[in-house]
């Protein structure tokens, strides 16, 4: 089986509130992930955000897996950091990053992926994450 990806996004509002990452672009609420058939674990993830910095402060991105997809229970990773000391409403970008993980997947079975800011409240943001799917066998991620 190759390697197969999976995209959520949505945009974050609050600071410290988990938010259904069930958005693809112009697709609309595609929903929760399903794992794809053939996949043993999830060996990454491509994420990027953006945040408008309406006020002075900084924080960070959570992103959260939860459901019957993973069989050793929710995953959580921290995402990017940010921060300003001048409320700009200048928007800045964190681009998009390889996170290498190596989580045991169920094929055919749901993750819900959720996102949430952290610290201090930044104004708002949007967040896109690309899951990344393998069936590992006996070899390792690489």
């Known amino acids: 089986m190759p390697k197969q990806y999976r995209t959520r996004e949505d945009a974050l509002t609050a ?8 958005s693809l672009g112009s697709q609309g609420s595609p929903g929760t992930l399903l794992v794809p058939q053939g996949a ?18 900084d924080g960070g991105f959570l992103f959260r897996f939860e459901g019957s997809g993973l069989p050793n229970g ?17 928007q800045e970008n ?23 800011m952290t610290g201090e409240d930044m104004g708002a943001g949007n ?13 390792r991620a690489s």
């Open 15 to 22: 600071v410290d509130t988990r938010t259904a990452l069930n």
């Open 40 to 57: 043993t674990h999830i060996v990454g993830v491509i994420a990027s955000g953006v945040i408008d910095h309406s006020a002075a402060n």
């Open 74 to 90: 929710p995953e959580v990773i921290g995402g990017f950091a940010t921060g300003g000391n001048v409320a700009t409403g200048q």
């Open 94 to 116: 964190t681009p998009a990053d390889f996170f290498p993980l190596l989580i045991p997947v169920t094929a055919g079975n749901e993750i819900t992926l959720t996102a949430e």
């Open 127 to 139: 967040a896109a994450v690309t899951v990344v799917f393998d069936n590992l066998g006996s070899r």
